[in-house]
Structures are given as structure tokens and as C-alpha cells.
């Protein structure tokens, strides 16, 4: 089966859909293999391909594409302004094993947003409906678009959806906050109910989902056909098998310390660069840990005390010492995030320039 079909199969099923939100710099290949090492989403999604009127595809993005050990359907994003540029991108990508073809518009990095491309697109109905045409008609897999509410304010959101609906989507999958907010600020789970009801195809719910409950209750709160889910999962990369178990009535079993502990020592394996340099992979490796350590210890303090002493690291020795210091045991690890913590300014830090 084709992953188009296999996409359509599980867009028709009963259960919620979970996806994998695109995440530059994260959601790259190795980290797919992990995560469906732990459960995994149904449907992935890639990092965004940077598309403007020279664009060749970025080859480590195909190679997740060509490569896909999952076994479940993958989707792949573009972010860019141009309609013709991204017509021919999206012909292009649908030579390789695609579900869908995915349109960013949410970006919020200002050297993207200034661009009028990701999130700055939102200032300009017009070109989105001229790259949605473009788009939809290049595209004879599903199309699906991820958007935010509006570039300053929510109440833009109210014009954008006639445009979609125009469009005849596949999929929307909604961040529920403003470019302005960034990854702050409340998210507008009202707003995302309201589209889902009067939209004529599937929405997901994107922003703040960050255990089984809380996805269980954007779900009912939604109504929308799934989730998508970005920051938790690098946290909690258990999050989606745990999200079923809920929605089962069954167990959410934890993970222990010592799975947590197997979870940092398998990114470090996958993620270390042939020519490896020890200092640059603590570096690369803090940036998973700042996710991660939101999680650890039963307040924010430990949480915090956790990854002030993994960011003093610079050596391997050291790294793993502090991780096998508070997470060698056998413990259960909810790995809830601490909101105190989670809204730390080196959250912000890791989050690539475009997102
Ligand atoms: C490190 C990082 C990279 C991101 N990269 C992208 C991206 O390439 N494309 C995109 O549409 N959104 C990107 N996002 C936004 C996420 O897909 C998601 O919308 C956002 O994090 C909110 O969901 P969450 O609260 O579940 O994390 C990124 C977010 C993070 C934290």
C-alpha cells in the first residue's frame, strides 16, 4: 500500500490520529527511529525543505523519506512564498514515498517571518491563496497545511478560513497561538474547536500537549480528528503509546530511570556525527536534555538543579555522570513537565532560528 493510501486508511479509522510535529534540527531520521522504538505516532512529519526558485532537495530530509523504518506514513513540509517554486518542489517530493504534501505557516523566526514566508505568509491572504492553488493543484497526494492563528492577533484567524476551505485541504493542522506568542502564551484550544466544527476536513490540535490527559482532554475539549505533538515527545518520547493507553481506559505505565537513561544514551549513538567531536556532541546533546530535564525530579527545583549541572558539562564522562547520577535507578519517570521549568529561557535557546 501506497503511504497516501495508508494515510487515507488511518484518516478514516476510528482513533485518533497522532502525529509527530515537524521540528528542524530534531525530527530527522534517527530521532523517528527512536521514537518507533517507544510506540511512536502514526504519521510523521519532516523538517521543513527551504524552497525558493533555485531549490534542489535537501538530501538528509529525503533520506528520512527514503528510509523510513517506521512502517507508517510520512509526510513531508515546505516552507517558502514562491506558488511556482513550491508547485514544482511539491511534483518533485511526490517521487519519493510521500502521504502528503505539508505547507508551513507558522515559522516565527523573524529572519523567516521578515521573508514573508513559515508565519509571515499570515500577513498576506493573498499570496496564501495563490500558493494554496499552486499547491493544490501539483499535488495528487493529500495536501495538508499547519498554520497558526494569525501573525499579531487571533482575531485573523477568522479570515484564513475561508481561504482553506477554499482549497479543499486534506488535513489542517492548527498551532493554536499567534507568530507573536512564539511557543508562549496560552494556547487557543476554543479557536481550534471552533475551525474543526465548521471546516469541511480533518483538523489536528497542535500546542502544549504534554501528557495523556491533557490529550485526552484537547481531544473531547476539540473535537478535532487528532493531535499534534512536538516538545513533549522529545521529553517523553513514550508519550504516544502512553496517549493510547489512556484513550483505552488501560495502564500508563511509566518509564523507569533506567529507560530514560537508555533513551539519552540511544540519541547520543544515533545522533554522533562519524567524525565526532566530544565537545560538539555535548553541545548537540544539551539540546535534547533541555526538553528532557523538564521532566526529571518531583518539583521544578530538581528539574532544575538537574540540567544546571548537565549544561556545566563538556565531556562525555561528565555528561553521562550527571545523567547516570539522578536517572540510574529503577524508579517510574512520569516525566510531566514542570511549567515553572518549561518556560525557562534555555527552552527558547535550543529552538532553531526557523520553527
Ligand atoms: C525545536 C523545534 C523545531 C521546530 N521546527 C518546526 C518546523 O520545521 N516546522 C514547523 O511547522 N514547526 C516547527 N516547530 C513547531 C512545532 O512543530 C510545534 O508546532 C510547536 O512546537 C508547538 O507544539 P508543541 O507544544 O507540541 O511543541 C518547531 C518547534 C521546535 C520546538
Request: aromatic share 8%; charged share 25%; with cysteine.
Amino acid at each position: 500500500m501506497t503511504p497516501y493510501r495508508q494515510f487515507l486508511e488511518r484518516l478514516r479509522s476510528p482513533e485518533p490520529l497522532l502525529a509527530l510535529a515537524p521540528m528542524q534540527d530534531v525530527t530527522d531520521l534517527p530521532f523517528w527511529t527512536l521514537l518507533h522504538a517507544r510506540g511512536g505516532p502514526d504519521v510523521y512529519w519532516t523538517e521543513y525543505f527551504r524552497v525558493t526558485a533555485t531549490w534542489r532537495p535537501e538530501k538528509w530530509i529525503l533520506r528520512s523519506l527514503v528510509e523510513n523504518p517506521t512502517g507508517r506514513p510520512a509526510i513531508a513540509q515546505l516552507i517558502g512564498n514562491d506558488p511556482e517554486a513550491l508547485a514544482r518542489a511539491a511534483r518533485v517530493l511526490q517521487e519519493y514515498p510521500v502521504a502528503a504534501i505539508d505547507l508551513n505557516l507558522g515559522c516565527p523566526a523573524p529572519v523567516v517571518y521578515r521573508k514573508c514566508a513559515g508565519g509571515g505568509l499570515l500577513r498576506d491572504p493573498a499570496r496564501i491563496d495563490a500558493v494554496l492553488g499552486a499547491l493544490r493543484d501539483a499535488v495528487s497526494v493529500a495536501f495538508t497545511v499547519k498554520t497558526r492563528l494569525g501573525f499579531a492577533d487571533t482575531a485573523e484567524f477568522e479570515s484564513l478560513l475561508p481561504i482553506f476551505a477554499r482549497h479543499s485541504l486534506d488535513l489542517l493542522t492548527i498551532h493554536g497561538r499567534t507568530v507573536a506568542q512564539m511557543y508562549r502564551g496560552d494556547v487557543h484550544y476554543d479557536l481550534i474547536a471552533g475551525a474543526a466544527a465548521r471546516l469541511p476536513f480533518p483538523v489536528l490540535a497542535n500546542g502544549n500537549v504534554g501528557t495523556p490527559e491533557r490529550a485526552t482532554e484537547v481531544l473531547d475539549r476539540t473535537g478535532v480528528r487528532g493531535l499534534m505533538i512536538g516538545r513533549g515527545c522529545i521529553r517523553n518520547p513514550w508519550l504516544f503509546d502512553q496517549i493510547r493507553a489512556h484513550r483505552r481506559g488501560g495502564t500508563v505505565v511509566p518509564p523507569t530511570g533506567r529507560e530514560v537513561l537508555g533513551y539519552i544514551d540511544d540519541l547520543w549513538r544515533v545522533t554522533e556525527p562519524p567524525e565526532s567531536r566530544e565537545r560538539l556532541q555535548v553541545e548537540q546533546m544539551k539540546r535534547y536534555l533541555n526538553f528532557i530535564g523538564q521532566g526529571v525530579g518531583s518539583t521544578p527545583a530538581e528539574a532544575e538543579a538537574f540540567l544546571h549541572r548537565v549544561r556545566r558539562t563538556t565531556t562525555r564522562d561528565e555528561f553521562f555522570g550527571v545523567c547516570r547520577d539522578v536517572l540510574d535507578h529503577r524508579d517510574p519517570m512520569p516525566l510531566r513537565p514542570h511549567p515553572a521549568v518549561a518556560a525557562a529561557k534555555n527552552e527558547m535557546e535550543c529552538i532553531p532560528v526557523c520553527s
